[in-house]
């Protein structure tokens, strides 16, 4: 077999979905984006959800569902996190598959994108929160916004599949976003103002943050959350956008 065709990929997707309730499939090699021949094998990475697995009886599930097709069938076996996480690096093959190879079935990189927001929402209520109390923690406030603006630009990063060195610096974070978006550009310089909170509001002897000043970075640490969730898929936005 040179090339498989739309009709039977569609089949063997369906089938592999309803044996296995995978979260993703994906098709890698020569058949998603080289120059199949007779010689060449079909290639899957099926991702289920996080939990104990056996990959060697899901691979076998998965070849007796797939079925004859006329070449050798490779199946590679992955939870979410492990899947997700090891593509993040540009050496590693599930980076290859994420990157060229083609999603047959799922969202691509929603539960690790989901993983930031989560922390990322956490540090946004943080900062509204330390601001109604007595004394009012300014310097924890606006720590907690800049955190809350570099995990929501970093959600959309890992979920877009684009690797960041481990930075705080906000522009550089628009910057590597406006790749994929170029709208993202309008945030680069209000999210700078932020960039001086990351590390040095942790240290004695900085000066002292207003309570106007605290303000107006909720002001854009919110402006920036509804401009990433706006980016993301539905089902991934929908859990964090009522606590803005």
């Not at 610096?169 to 993202?184: N, S, Y």
């Amino acid at each position: 077999m040179v090339a498989i065709s739309e009709q039977a990929l569609h089949g063997i997707t369906q089938r592999l979905v309803e044996a296995l309730r995978p979260e993703r499939i994906y098709l890698f090699g020569s058949h998603a984006y080289g120059a199949p021949d007779r010689n060449s094998d079909l290639d899957f990475v099926i991702v289920l959800p996080d939990g104990p697995i056996s990959k060697s009886e899901l691979s076998g599930t998965a070849r007796r569902v797939i079925g004859d097709v006329g070449c050798d069938v490779d199946v590679l076996i992955y939870t979410t996190t492990r899947f997700d996480r090891r593509s993040g690096w540009g050496a590693n093959l599930e980076h290859t598959v994420r990157n060229k190879g083609r999603l047959l079935f799922g969202v691509d990189g929603m539960a690790f994108a989901k993983e930031w927001l989560e922390k990322g929402i956490g540090d946004f209520l943080a900062a509204q929160r330390v601001m109604q109390g007595h004394p009012l923690l300014t310097e924890i406030a606006a720590f907690h916004c800049q955190q809350a603006v570099e995990k929501a630009l970093k959600s959309y990063l890992v979920q877009n599949n684009e690797s960041f060195e481990k930075v705080h610096d906000l522009q550089l974070l628009c910057d590597l976003c406006a790749k994929l978006d170029p709208t993202f550009s309008t945030l680069r310089d209000p999210a700078g103002k932020l960039n001086p909170y990351a590390v040095t509001l942790r240290y004695p002897g900085e000066r002292d943050i207003t309570p106007e000043e605290v303000a107006q970075s909720l002001d854009i640490a919110t402006t920036v959350w509804h401009f990433v969730l706006d980016r993301l898929p539905h089902p991934l936005r929908g859990d964090f956008e009522r606590f803005l």
